[in-house]
């Protein structure tokens, strides 16, 4: 179930990208309130990647409190960005630009740092368990 769950994560990042990449037409549509589909859609990427980062740490170590926390961050993305800007359509001005360029970069880094840690881990398990048979 695990594995699945990890699959559809990583499907759920490929696709946020891919859209956001390719600069999707339908990511300028709007949902109901205003809020355009492509601000919902980027945070998707960041917080499965960061969920693929907790389902693959072992419970109860720093490696999974940092998923979690990358997670948390990634989940706040839009909520923080619509404060920050004080508006759905995330335009910015002043102070909260940088502000809000500060938060993404750290997020960011925060979700790829906790999967590439979670990688190394996992494969260097998968190597310990390999090397005790």
Do not use: C, H, Q
Not at 105 to 126: F, I, P
């Amino acid at each position: 179930m695990k594995k699945m769950i990890v699959a559809v994560l990583v499907a759920v990042a490929a696709f946020s990208v891919w859209s956001l990449v390719s600069g999707a037409s339908y990511l300028e549509a709007m949902l109901p309130g205003g809020l355009p589909l492509g601000n919902v859609l980027f945070p998707l990427g960041p917080a499965a990647v960061a969920g693929v980062a907790v389902l693959l740490s072992v419970p109860r170590t720093a490696l999974r409190l940092v998923s979690a926390i990358s997670l948390v961050v990634a989940a706040l993305w839009l909520p923080v960005s619509i404060l920050l800007a004080g508006n759905l359509a995330l335009n910015f001005s002043g102070w909260r630009d940088s502000a809000w360029l500060v938060y993404t970069t750290a997020m960011g880094l925060a979700v790829l740092g906790s999967l590439g840690w979670a990688l190394v881990a996992s494969l260097l398990a998968m190597r310990r368990r390999a090397g005790a048979v």
